[in-house]
Antibody, heavy 120, light 107 residues
Framework: EVQVVQSGAEVKKPGESLKISCTAS????????IAWVRQRPGRGLEWMGI????????RYSPSFQGQVTISADDSISTAYLQWSSLKASDTAMYYCATPYDYGIHAFDIWGLGTLVTVSS | DIQMTQSPPSLSASVGDRVTITCRAS??????LNWYQQKPGKAPRLLIS???SLHGGIPSRFSGSGSGTDFTLTITRLQPEDFAIYFC?????????FGQGTKVDLK
């Protein structure tokens, strides 16, 4: 079964660092793009960026460039989203998703999400 | 960035109704338009890709149409499990962008 499994919920303080993960199974991780999508409480979906694990080609939304880092470790089929200094406004659900059947275009495989809460 | 505008933001409908949601892109995106459904506390689910291609396992009461800048998602004979939020997403050019969502609730 093709799936992506995300790491658990996190509660952090402003200024702290964080790295959340998304582990793929059931397919060749290196050969498929994987993206991160933010959803703030009660809000819509925001595409943050995408990585191709095979060559680490990474593309960011300008809204998130410099705010987060997307990376991947092909050896353990895992993608990461990390922050060096969290803000309260980073409080959100973060989804990883892969366009498994759709090249780079439509996301048909989604994780359950990682809830990140940033509060002093 | 390409802006995606959905209308209406919300609508109330009854089981059995026909529902239409529109999505307009701020510039032409050919047919690079996808539709998702999201229920409370759940991840989004892909319904339609490339404007009109039904994703595997999605009921045929869902359909999509359009190209260029104007797109439509139609649900014929609304079912109880269809009450949810629907998002469009363009994949014509990076950054991929989503519409703000349309909430379909029970009248």
């Amino acid at each position: 079964e093709v799936q992506v499994v995300q790491s658990g919920a996190e509660v952090k303080k402003p200024g702290e660092s964080l790295k959340i993960s998304c582990t793929a199974s059931g397919y060749i991780f290196a050969n498929y793009w994987i993206a991160w999508v933010r959803q703030r409480p009660g809000r819509g979906l925001e595409w943050m960026g995408i990585i191709y694990p095979g060559d680490s080609d990474t593309r960011y939304s300008p809204s998130f460039q410099g705010q987060v880092t997307i990376s991947a470790d092909d050896s353990i089929s895992t993608a990461y989203l990390q922050w060096s200094s969290l803000k309260a406004s980073d409080t959100a659900m973060y989804y990883c998703a892969t366009p498994y059947d759709y090249g780079i275009h439509a996301f048909d495989i989604w994780g359950l999400g990682t809830l990140v809460t940033v509060s002093s | 960035d390409i802006q995606m505008t959905q209308s209406p933001p919300s609508l109330s409908a009854s089981v059995g109704d026909r529902v239409t949601i529109t999505c307009r892109a701020s510039q032409q995106i050919n047919k690079y338009l996808n539709w998702y459904q999201q229920k409370p506390g759940k991840a989004p689910r892909l319904l339609i890709s490339a404007a009109s291609s039904l994703h595997g396992g999605i009921p045929s009461r869902f359909s999509g149409s359009g190209s260029g800048t104007d797109f439509t998602l139609t649900i014929t004979r609304l079912q109880p499990e269809d009450f949810a939020i629907y998002f469009c997403q363009q994949s014509y050019t990076s950054p991929w962008t989503f519409g703000q969502g349309t909430k379909v609730d029970l009248k």
